[in-house]
């Protein structure tokens, strides 16, 4: 029987992870050049794929002595993998729920940042495709906090082992990722 995380690990290497021609680099959103870019979404919007990342996560957040609320994080890299992690846990008859972070608040209605059946009170878990600097995250956990909401930690599908893990630490927030860039045979960029 073929390992769900190989199997995942390997649409990640097939879909997601690409790597710049020689003399080439992509610019990442932290605005950092690198060699290599992991367009997470390639995965996440793949039905397999979204069963296989909902089904780890789910299993992740199961073994946690505590079990969150909600999932979610920013708009819109969370928004599949938050899918997916809700369906698999309404599929075990578990009650999770979801929430969306808007890079802005809208300008009409509840004019809100958070999206979503969360309130202040519930305790969540940010998700993450890729973490680079956590700069992505810690804006979403800034505003799940504003709104008075606890956040437990991040999880992310890929560490591309850039300081991320380091930023959440010096924040206080647990951090976990089903892969790390290294798992995939790329070094990460020495500082």
């Known amino acids: 029987m073929f390992d769900k995380k190989e199997e995942l690990k390997a649409l990640l290497r097939e879909r997601s992870i690409k790597i710049a021609p020689e003399g080439e ?9 690198s060699g290599y ?28 002595e ?12 969370a928004d599949p993998i938050s899918a997916a992690i809700i369906t698999v846990a309404g599929s075990q008859g578990v009650d999770l729920k979801a929430f969306i972070v ?10 809100r940042y958070v999206e979503g059946p969360v309130k202040a009170g519930d305790r969540v878990v ?18 799940l906090e504003e709104a008075g ?3 437990d930690g991040v999880i992310a ?6 300081g991320g893990a380091e930023a959440f630490a010096e924040r206080g927030y647990s951090f976990r ?3 790390k860039i290294t798992d995939f045979g790329i070094d990460p960029p020495r500082s």
């Open 25 to 33: 680099y992509f610019v990442l959103a932290s605005g950092k050049k």
């Open 37 to 64: 870019y992991c367009d997470g979404r390639l995965t996440t919007l793949d039905s397999r794929g979204a069963f296989l990342i909902g089904e780890a996560i789910f299993e992740a957040l199961r073994r946690d």
């Open 66 to 77: 505590t079990f969150p609320d909600a999932v979610g994080g920013m708009a819109i890299g």
């Open 102 to 111: 808007r890079k802005e608040a809208k300008d009409h209605g509840t004019k």
């Open 126 to 143: 940010v998700v993450e495709d890729v973490v680079t600097t956590g700069g992505s995250s810690l804006k979403a956990i800034d505003r």
């Open 149 to 151: 909401i606890k956040v």
């Open 157 to 162: 599908i890929l560490d591309r082992m850039e």
């Open 177 to 179: 990722s089903l892969f």
